[in-house]
Structures are given as structure tokens and as C-alpha cells.
């Protein structure tokens, strides 16, 4: 196990019903700057973000097919995309490789945003959106050819329960495919504590794990094949002034102040966690990891539930 004490995180009775609130009140902040895509971009080493965030869609749509080239999504796979945000993902998925898509999130606007994109580029009848707790029961057992997680499980406080329900949804042979912010592994010193926990609180994280504690979380559940990678050098330019827009929204400070106002004082947490990210990367405190693993076939060695 790893030898970190994780600083304590976004701690609440109910961390879905906050994680889901803190999503639904910044749902068109994230969708007017980011996009469908909620997660980081992706470049190859040395390349930076193009000019004023130019190269935005593209740069988050590479994260998505590095990901389906790393776990090795099969075409028409069937698919549960947890944490599915806007649908941007699940619609990659649905549109370029012709997945079947159930996608589940906490967030009951994030459902609507996605089921009308999927209805505006035609996909509604592969891909279906609801709100679920992944960790709440109710889904299909063996159901499903891939299980998807993109940047979602940093959410999820009972890691090693987000692997079993993984395990149990997916068919013999079936894959788990996710990519995650991470804290490097080993203890941190008090300044790095200092800068995950802020970064915990301002992104409604209860903790971050190692790359390597989830590689190990992945086989104590059971499942094999499990390989990772880290992606922190060529998703380090999501935080660039040019990229991360949420720094400088328009309409500056008293934007903020009036959303503030109308909305609950949490939702300047969209806003704060830029600079701290860029730092959490810079000093290598914060990483973004890749995971994909398989779940083991009968008469392959491996338990299967
Ligand atoms: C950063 S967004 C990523 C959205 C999407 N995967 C993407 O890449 O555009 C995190 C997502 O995880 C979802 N999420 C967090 N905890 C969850 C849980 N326990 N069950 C289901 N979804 C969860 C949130 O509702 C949100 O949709």
C-alpha cells in the first residue's frame, strides 16, 4: 500500500448530492468555455495549446481517442460511460465507433445537455442518459463489453468499491478503460499537502490516490491485464491561461461576484481551481493517470463474479 496519508478532502454527509449540485450549478459555465468535453486535452510532448484555446476540441477529443487506442475499444462495443458529464465522450464513442452507450452522472442537468446533444447529432438511439450513483446498485450485472470512466472516479470516495462494481458489470473478457487526476506516490511534504487539499475542496475531490495505488486497487478486485500510464506531461497544457479559459471569464470579477450571488458562493470553485492545478502539475504534486484492465474469462486463472 502506498505510504501517503491523503490530506482530508471535500468531506460531506452526502458527497453525491454535492458533487451532483456542484455540476448542475456550473453546467453552462462549463459548456460556454469547455465545451461538451469536461475533462483535460491531450498533446504530444513540447506542444502547447494553440493560441486562445484555438485547438480546444481537438486537443480534449485526442484524450478520448488516446484512451480508446490505450484499453483498445472494440467497435460496437457496449458500453457504461460512468460519469458521463455532457456526453462528449459517450457521443465520440457512439458516433465513431458505433458504441451503445449508457451513460450515468450525478449531475440531472448534465443528463438533460447530453440527451439533447446526442438528439442534435442523431445518436439518441445508442445512447441513453440518466442520473445514477455508480456506487448506488441497480446496474446490470455482466451487461456490458467496456466500462468507461473518464476523469470521474477522482470524485468517488470508496475507490476499491468502484473497481468491484466495475468487475460485476462487465462481461467475461470485458474491459475497464478510465483516466483520473492522481497525487504522485509517497508521502508529501507539508506545502504539497497543502496545495491537494485546497485543490480537494475547490473541485469537490473527498481524495486523490496514486497512478500506482489505483493499479493496485484494479488487481485487488480482480481484475488482470491491468496497465497504466502517465499522462501528466501531455495533459499539462490544460491549465495554460490560453486553454483553462475559467480564469479569466468575461465580464472579470463582478461576473463572478453576480454568479456568486444568484448561485451559492461554491460555484467560485470553478474558478479557483485553475492557478492551483497549474501549480499541482508544475511541481509534479498532481498527476493524470491512465488505467485499463481486463476482466478475467472463466477457466482464464482469475475469479469471475
Ligand atoms: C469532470 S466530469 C467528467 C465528465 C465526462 N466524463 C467527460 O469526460 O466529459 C465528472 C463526472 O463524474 C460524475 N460522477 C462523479 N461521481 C459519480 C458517481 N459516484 N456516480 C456517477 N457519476 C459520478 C459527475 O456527475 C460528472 O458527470
Same mark, same amino acid.
Given at each position: 500500500?502506498?505510504?501517503?496519508?491523503? /490530506?482530508?478532502?471535500?468531506?460531506?454527509?452526502?458527497?453525491?448530492?454535492?458533487?451532483?449540485? =456542484? =455540476?448542475?450549478?456550473?453546467? @453552462?459555465?462549463?459548456?460556454?468555455?469547455?465545451?461538451?468535453?469536461?475533462?483535460?486535452?491531450?498533446?504530444?510532448?513540447?506542444?502547447?495549446?494553440?493560441?486562445?484555446?484555438?485547438?480546444?476540441?481537438?486537443?480534449?477529443?485526442?484524450?478520448?481517442?488516446?484512451?480508446?487506442?490505450? $484499453?483498445?475499444?472494440?467497435?460496437?462495443?457496449?458500453?457504461?460511460?460512468?460519469?458521463?458529464?455532457?456526453?462528449?465522450?459517450?457521443? =465520440?464513442?457512439?458516433?465513431?465507433?458505433?458504441?451503445?452507450?449508457?451513460?450515468?452522472?450525478?449531475?440531472?442537468?448534465?443528463?438533460?445537455?447530453?440527451?439533447?446533444?446526442?438528439?442534435?447529432?442523431?445518436?439518441?438511439?445508442?445512447?441513453?442518459?440518466?442520473?445514477? @450513483?455508480?456506487?448506488?446498485?441497480? *446496474?446490470?450485472?455482466?451487461? =456490458?463489453?467496456?466500462?468507461?470512466?473518464?476523469?470521474?472516479?477522482?470524485?468517488?470516495? @470508496?475507490? /476499491?468499491?468502484?473497481?468491484?462494481?466495475?468487475?460485476?458489470?462487465?462481461?467475461?473478457?470485458?474491459?475497464?478503460?478510465?483516466?483520473?487526476?492522481?497525487?504522485?506516490?509517497?508521502?508529501?511534504?507539508?506545502?504539497?499537502? @497543502?496545495?491537494? %487539499?485546497?485543490?480537494?475542496?475547490?473541485? &469537490?475531490?473527498?481524495?486523490?490516490?496514486?497512478?500506482?495505488?489505483?493499479? %493496485?486497487?484494479?488487481?485487488?478486485?480482480?481484475?488482470?491485464?491491468?496497465?497504466?500510464?502517465?499522462?501528466?506531461?501531455?495533459? $499539462?497544457?490544460?491549465?495554460? /491561461?490560453?486553454?483553462? *479559459?475559467?480564469?479569466?471569464?468575461?465580464?472579470?470579477?463582478?461576473?463572478?461576484?453576480?454568479?456568486?450571488?444568484?448561485?451559492?458562493?461554491?460555484?467560485?470553485?470553478?474558478?479557483?481551481? &485553475?492557478?492551483?492545478?497549474?501549480?499541482?502539475?508544475?511541481?509534479?504534486?498532481?498527476?493524470?493517470?491512465?488505467?485499463?484492465?481486463?476482466?478475467?474469462?472463466?477457466?482464464?486463472?482469475?475469479?469471475?463474479?
Amino acid at each position: 500500500m502506498s505510504a501517503q496519508t491523503p /490530506p482530508p478532502g471535500f468531506v460531506t454527509a452526502d458527497l453525491g448530492q454535492a458533487v451532483g449540485g =456542484y =455540476y448542475d450549478r456550473t453546467a @453552462d459555465l462549463y459548456a460556454q468555455l469547455w465545451g461538451d468535453d469536461i475533462h483535460l486535452g491531450f498533446w504530444d510532448e513540447g506542444e502547447r495549446p494553440g493560441a486562445g484555446g484555438a485547438d480546444r476540441h481537438a486537443a480534449t477529443e485526442r484524450l478520448i481517442r488516446e484512451l480508446v487506442e490505450f $484499453a483498445g475499444i472494440a467497435p460496437g462495443s457496449r458500453v457504461l460511460d460512468v460519469g458521463c458529464g455532457h456526453g462528449g465522450p459517450a457521443l =465520440y464513442l457512439a458516433g465513431r465507433l458505433g458504441c451503445a452507450v449508457d451513460g450515468i452522472t450525478l449531475s440531472a442537468e448534465q443528463v438533460s445537455r447530453a440527451t439533447a446533444r446526442a438528439a442534435q447529432t442523431g445518436l439518441s438511439a445508442r445512447t441513453a442518459f440518466r442520473v445514477a @450513483d455508480v456506487l448506488g446498485g441497480g *446496474l446490470a450485472e455482466g451487461a =456490458y463489453d467496456v466500462v468507461w470512466a473518464m476523469e470521474s472516479l477522482m470524485h468517488i470516495a @470508496d475507490r /476499491p468499491a468502484f473497481f468491484a462494481t466495475a468487475l460485476r458489470a462487465l462481461r467475461p473478457g470485458g474491459v475497464l478503460a478510465l483516466n483520473t487526476w492522481a497525487v504522485r506516490e509517497g508521502a508529501l511534504d507539508a506545502a504539497e499537502t @497543502d496545495l491537494v %487539499r485546497r485543490i480537494l475542496h475547490s473541485q &469537490v475531490l473527498p481524495s486523490l490516490d496514486s497512478i500506482e495505488a489505483h493499479q %493496485r486497487m484494479a488487481e485487488a478486485a480482480g481484475f488482470t491485464l491491468v496497465r497504466t500510464a502517465d499522462w501528466s506531461t501531455q495533459t $499539462a497544457g490544460s491549465w495554460d /491561461p490560453e486553454f483553462a *479559459l475559467l480564469e479569466q471569464p468575461e465580464g472579470g470579477r463582478e461576473y463572478m461576484m453576480e454568479l456568486a450571488r444568484e448561485r451559492g458562493a461554491d460555484v467560485l470553485r470553478f474558478f479557483a481551481a &485553475v492557478p492551483l492545478m497549474r501549480k499541482g502539475f508544475a511541481t509534479g504534486v498532481i498527476t493524470c493517470g491512465a488505467l485499463a484492465a481486463v476482466k478475467p474469462a472463466p477457466g482464464a486463472g482469475g475469479e469471475v463474479a
